[in-house]
């Protein structure tokens, strides 16, 4: 009687863990389906730039998506990167008691601001601040690159600063013995922290490319590419939030809609393999 | 060097406490107006009050905790505790993997799956399959975490003492009793402010009645926000502030209670 409640048990259990597993091949195939007539009737052409899916004779380019989404992508992510590096290494290093408590206390309820409330924010308050410094459009790249800088600080900190942490302790004492000052060590502990630094930069970087809500409302939505900071665009997953609600299922603008996010899917299923392979390599050269 | 890093840090936190301080009070003075929560909004929501769209949100949140939870918490007692080693492995990876994917791809798979091909069409119960398709993962990878921390001789002790195999995941269970609660919360904070996957599969901008069933569609707070930023001129403006500094107090509220379960569980 027991075992076979054990085994039921078991059952249930292993039911719930392949639901999940299912999930994502469901995920990949439902967005492969879909997107099979854009592909089939579209073919290469989805990739020139012009994109102007409701014209009688209509155009499917994502190309200018792309190339936006890619420019808003790395350059946001540089400086999230480079800033957000600084900050952790202050946070381990230098900060002391309730500085740091007050620090990482405020890192926690800026990264829980849900991303439609960054994006209001960039709209009310950002953009009129843009305005004022000259830019001709309230929604734009700059704007846009802000607001994800918001959304992605907290995070890039947070990550790097535990892995900051958990540079073992010799390490740190071995090179204060030899005499190393402040950018010595900043560089050697960066060596030693550097897997879940490369894992925390990948997450931003993952966050960036596939962040909907912000892009969609402060972005400013013009397909084209811009030539100053100033300028609007309209990155990939915008053009899928504004577009999705109002398609006609099953026409070939809903097809192209569900090629951009197969893209999107495929682009961020392989940024997790190359994470993957990045923290690998670089924990083998910590052991050696 | 020193200085020139905390220069860096000081006005990277300045300017994030400036936005936190600046979303809470530019709306905080609207939740004291009367009626705010309890009134439908009036005439294109520049009067009137948040009710339908607070009602929406919570809806959903049930939902996803009905669907979720228990999925969720089967889900990571296989993982940790029954499935093989290399296979708990191979899940734990997919899982990560399934954290990663943006909200957007999850809307869309809803959209296709859940609205067209099961024909529930834009609708409650849709947003609230496509929220929880996304914060299962979610909350198996911190789930695992916490069961995994639970130390190897609690288990074997558990055995020794003559206990099988449900036994002694009920031991697991409540001896990480409140990192589970924390992955909850944070769950349910994640499905609360996620809004791109609503917005493709079960939001309506404006609605004069509540759903009254499930496969009825919703208004919520984050699509409300969005369809008056979007679409809606100045004059209500005032209430999209109101819904931001409310989520973000409940937020702050949700995270508030994780650093206390957090530091209880320390001392």
Request: charged share 15%; aromatic share 12%.
């Amino acid at each position: 009687m027991k075992g076979s409640l054990t085994i039921f048990f078991i059952f249930v259990v292993s039911v719930a863990a392949m639901i999940v597993a299912a999930a994502l091949f469901g995920i990949v195939f439902f967005l492969s389906l879909e997107s099979v007539t854009a592909i089939r009737e579209v073919g290469l052409k989805l990739f020139s730039p012009d994109w102007y899916p409701v014209w009688s004779e209509p155009d499917f380019g994502i190309r200018t998506m792309l190339l936006n989404t890619l420019l808003l992508t790395f350059w946001t992510s540089l400086w999230v990167w480079f800033i957000g590096i600084i900050c952790a290494f202050y946070l381990h290093r230098f900060a002391k008691g309730k500085e740091k408590e007050f620090m990482l206390r405020i890192l926690e309820y800026v990264s829980s601001i849900p991303s439609v409330v960054l994006g209001f924010f960039g709209v009310v308050v950002v953009g009129s601040m843009l305005l004022k410094f000259g830019a001709w459009t309230a929604q734009n790249f700059l704007n846009a690159s802000i607001m994800l800088a918001v959304l992605t600080l907290p995070f890039m900190i947070s990550l790097a600063y535990q892995s900051f942490e958990k540079v073992p302790r010799e390490v740190i004492e071995g090179c204060v013995s030899l005499g190393a000052k402040d950018s010595h060590l900043m560089y050697v502990e960066l060596r030693h922290a550097l897997p879940g630094i490369v894992n925390a930069m990948m997450v931003v970087f993952n966050r960036i490319f596939g962040e909907t809500m912000i892009v969609l409302m402060v972005a400013g939505g013009a397909n084209i590419l811009p030539r100053s900071f100033f300028d609007p665009v309209r990155p990939l997953t915008a053009a899928l939030g504004s577009e999705i609600g109002e398609v006609e299922v099953g026409s070939l603008h809903y097809s192209s809609l569900f090629f951009i996010g197969f893209l999107l899917l495929i682009g961020s299923l392989l940024l997790n393999l190359l994470t993957n392979y990045f923290v690998r390599k670089t924990e083998r050269w910590i052991k050696g | 060097m020193k200085w020139l890093f905390r220069i860096v840090a000081y006005t990277v936190f300045v300017a994030l406490v400036i936005v936190i301080v600046t979303i809470i009070s530019s709306g905080i003075g609207y939740l004291l107006k009367p009626g705010f929560f309890t009134q439908f909004p009036k005439s294109g929501m520049s009067e009137g009050g948040i009710f339908p769209s607070l009602v929406g949100s919570l809806l959903l949140i049930i939902l996803v905790f009905l669907i979720t939870i228990p999925v969720g918490l089967l889900g990571t007692i296989f993982i940790s505790e029954f499935a093989p080693r290399r296979f708990s492995i191979l899940l734990q990876s997919l899982v990560a993997t399934m954290n990663s994917i943006p909200s957007i791809v999850y809307g869309l798979f809803g959209l296709s799956f859940f609205c067209v091909k099961l024909g529930f069409g834009t609708s409650l119960i849709s947003a609230s399959l496509t929220l929880s398709t996304m914060a299962i993962p979610f909350f198996m990878n911190s789930a695992v975490e916490f069961t995994r921390a639970v130390p190897r001789e609690l288990r074997e002790g558990v055995i020794a003492l003559g206990a099988n195999k449900i036994q002694s995941t009920l031991m697991v269970l409540k001896a990480s009793k409140s990192g589970l609660l924390t992955a909850v919360i944070l769950t349910l904070g994640r499905a609360f402010s996620e809004t791109a996957p609503i917005l493709v599969t079960g939001a309506v901008f404006y609605a004069t009645k509540l759903p009254s069933r499930i496969t009825d569609p919703v208004m919520t707070l984050p699509t409300s926000i969005y369809a008056i930023v979007m679409n809606l001129g100045e004059k209500a403006q005032w209430m999209a502030k109101g819904m931001a500094s409310l989520m973000v107090l409940i937020m702050i509220a949700i995270y508030s209670v994780v650093q206390i379960l957090r530091r209880n569980k320390d001392e």
